[in-house]
């Protein structure tokens, strides 16, 4: 047996292990599934230093934001398999959706009613307490305090930036609102939006985050490694780019 005959079953135990049937077939192009089973799952999916549920957080990100819909409804399938729950899921898709636009959360969360109807599953309902206005204000400030530091005033957070007016929305709802809701952790969260930055290439923002998400509980190398996660699905390009950020930004 040849290394890549090692490689490709490598890969398709890891699929396996998420629940994925072949996805392409020789009838789509020839070699395209053991391809897929080598590159996708044999080297990204099957590499050390990220645990295979955080891995499945970074992939859903980079789908959401990417807009891959068919793909999208695979891996929610595949998260589902390995027992993420649906309101873990949604929160994937809102969170991300402050970077990419209202339209991709209406999208994706499409994607998973389908998805949990085809397999006969209730769709999630939680009765959420509501913040006034005021205190999400409080709670956004507390929140970029937490995950920034004393960067968190710095940039386009500046009380002078030209953006201050556009951030305040930001702070009420995507620090205050979002970051705020139940059913996902922050370190959870800080993956979401590692792996987001990564596929929409936004290199100001990775550079803001990408030492941060060291504030909440990640590590180097799994920071590192939420970024290589996204390279099958939003570009090795991409991920190089990010990766290039963080080993400027991050802590040797």
Not at 136 to 153: D, F, N, P, V
Request: a negative charge; hydrophobic letters at 45%.
């Amino acid at each position: 047996m040849t290394a890549r005959e090692d490689l490709r079953r490598a890969g398709a135990a890891v699929r396996a292990q998420l629940g994925l049937g072949e996805r392409a077939t020789d009838e789509l192009m020839p070699g395209l599934p053991g391809l897929i089973d080598e590159v996708v799952f044999g080297r990204v999916w099957a590499r050390p230093g990220l645990a295979l549920d955080d891995r499945m957080l970074a992939t859903l990100s980079a789908l959401t934001c990417t807009q891959r819909l068919p793909q999208l409804g695979h891996f929610v399938g595949a998260a589902l398999h390995i027992d993420m729950s649906p309101r873990l899921i949604q929160e994937v898709m809102l969170h991300c959706t402050m970077y990419t636009g209202f339209p991709t959360v209406l999208n994706s969360l499409e994607v998973v009613r389908t998805v949990l109807s085809d397999r006969g599953m209730p769709q999630p309902k939680e009765d959420l307490t509501e913040a006034d206005l005021d205190e999400l204000l409080i709670m956004g400030r507390q929140m970029m305090q937490t995950l920034h530091g004393e960067r968190s005033e710095g940039g386009y957070a500046a009380p002078d930036s030209a953006a201050s007016g556009l951030y305040s929305t930001a702070i009420d709802f995507l620090y205050g609102e979002v970051w705020n809701r139940p059913g996902i952790s922050l370190r959870q969260r800080m993956i979401c939006s590692v792996a987001a930055f990564t596929a929409t290439g936004l290199e100001s923002q990775q550079r803001k985050f990408f030492p941060s998400a060291l504030n909440v509980g990640l590590s180097r190398t799994e920071i590192l490694e939420a970024i290589a996660q996204t390279g099958p699905y939003s570009g090795f390009p991409q991920a190089f780019n990010a990766l290039a950020v963080a080993e400027d930004v991050l802590p040797a």
